[in-house]
């Protein structure tokens, strides 16, 4: 009737969790030669699981591990709950407190269900952030549970070997495999900043998170992009200032947070690090930042000129502030990283401005790719600026129509005048960065091509 319904993760959930029930599932069961109505609830869960993991990661990033164990109290009450409930319906139109009496029911299963699916998250690895699959993996991983099914192994070892492999194989190829080099995206969330980094050898950082005119931009669209890169955890989580525009995103998923048994963050991607520009003066927000992430036990690191960070093949150098910075003023205070990899060098300026960039001048030194400061306002990145950076190209951070005017003409000019190649989340959306150390590609993730 729809077309459209094919898009839709409800619809695609339904007919593939039924598909598992009506053709894997007597599969598993004739494998097993089951007689026992728990195991043989077990096996049509596990049924289910098989045939929805490829569309539960590709809207949802992450499986549910205990899915499977949950399933067996969900699934023998679902029919108490659908019998409750056409029968309170149709009493609730002769008589309400009689259809009010026999949909009750209910209300406390499904209540039993929340409960469940609550004290679950606390248990270790309640949920496995893998990543959003290609569309060659789903097809892949369904022709390869095809192929398991039919083929028939002459021996009961060879069935399991079969299926023990099997298995192992798809869950490989169904996950997100981390890719070679650096990858930098500046993502799209308006007019705010939110940068992510990652880097080879499995490091994850995250630089600022905020907008001011994106609503929830932190469960709605910083989070997901992580998950759907498989990010399960941020080793380094940087804070520049502490503009709503910079962190109100991160306060939502600080928040959020909950810690599982493990230690690990059950509502979302966990943070090893988190990293502050290390002030005199600290105000409410900073002062509310720091009590979350020591309430989650988040190590905060307090950085300032001179020092670095060294993890593997990249590192991340502080050039601003200094303890000698007098300025009380947010954006002059802002914190200045330069990361490097190889002899890829990237500045990420956060909203550096005035007396912030005359401190620095003098030893700034030669990047590759400038985080054009303060999403390309008037007042920001002067000549001098960009005659010390000498950057090819220039990522501008800002929403659509802002009422700033971001990025201003005369900052545009200025880039123009220095040769500095620039691109805008407005023009683009999300901007991803890659390079092998030496060269570097951009490509815009609205269209997979180069932006010119």
């Not at 690990?264 to 002030?279: C, D, F, T, W």
Request: charged content about 20%; glycine content about 10%.
């Amino acid at each position: 009737g729809n077309p459209r319904y094919l898009t839709d993760a409800g619809f695609l959930l339904s007919f593939s969790a039924v598909l598992g029930v009506a053709v894997l599932a007597p599969v598993i069961r004739n494998i097993c030669n089951c007689k026992n109505k728990l195991l043989e609830s077990f096996l049509v869960s596990l049924a289910i699981q098989f045939t929805t993991i490829p569309i539960v990661l590709f809207f949802y990033f992450e499986i549910p591990l205990y899915g499977v164990l949950l399933n067996l109290v969900v699934i023998p009450l679902m029919s108490l709950v659908l019998g409750f409930g056409i029968a309170g319906g149709m009493a609730g139109l002769i008589f309400v407190p009689a259809g009010i009496f026999l949909v009750s029911p209910c209300y406390y299963i499904l209540g039993l269900y929340k409960y469940l699916c609550a004290a679950v998250l606390n248990l270790p690895l309640a949920k496995i952030i893998v990543g959003k699959p290609d569309l060659w993996q789903m097809v892949v991983y369904y022709l390869l549970l095809l192929a398991i099914c039919l083929i028939k192994p002459q021996k009961k070892s060879g069935e399991i070997f079969k299926w023990v492999w099997g298995t192992a194989l798809m869950m490989f190829l169904i996950s997100r495999q981390p890719g070679n080099g650096m990858r930098i995206t500046f993502l799209d969330v308006g007019q705010g900043d939110g940068i992510c980094i990652q880097a080879p050898g499995g490091i994850n950082c995250l630089i600022d998170g905020g907008s001011s005119d994106v609503k929830q931009v932190g469960s709605k669209r910083i989070e997901p992009f992580l998950k759907s890169r498989g990010i399960r955890k941020i080793d380094y989580l940087f804070i520049s200032h502490m503009d709503a525009d910079h962190i109100n995103g991160i306060l939502e998923l600080l928040e959020a947070y909950a810690l599982n048994l493990a230690g690990e963050n059950a509502s979302g991607v966990s943070i090893r690090h988190l990293v502050l520009p290390k002030l005199s003066k600290k105000d409410e927000e900073y002062l509310e930042i720091e009590k979350l992430a020591k309430k989650n036990k988040i190590m905060v690191l307090y950085f300032q000129k001179g020092d670095r960070i060294l993890n593997g093949r990249i590192s991340f150098s502080c050039l601003h502030p200094s303890k000698n910075s007098a300025s009380e003023d947010r954006n002059e205070n802002s914190m200045v990283l330069q990361m490097a990899y190889k002899d890829f060098r990237v500045f990420f300026a956060g909203d550096v401005e005035g007396a912030g960039e005359g401190e620095m001048l003098n030893e700034l030194e030669r990047a590759d790719l400038l985080k054009v400061a303060h999403h390309g306002s008037k007042n920001s990145t002067p000549d001098t600026f960009l005659e010390a950076v000498r950057p090819r190209i220039g990522i501008l951070s800002c929403g659509k129509d802002n009422r700033y005017g971001h990025p201003h003409e005369e900052l545009v000019n200025r880039l123009k005048s220095a040769g500095v190649a620039y691109y805008s989340t407005t023009d683009y959306g999300a901007l991803e960065v890659s390079s092998n150390g030496r060269e570097m590609d951009i490509r815009s993730m609205k269209n997979p091509k180069n932006p010119k």
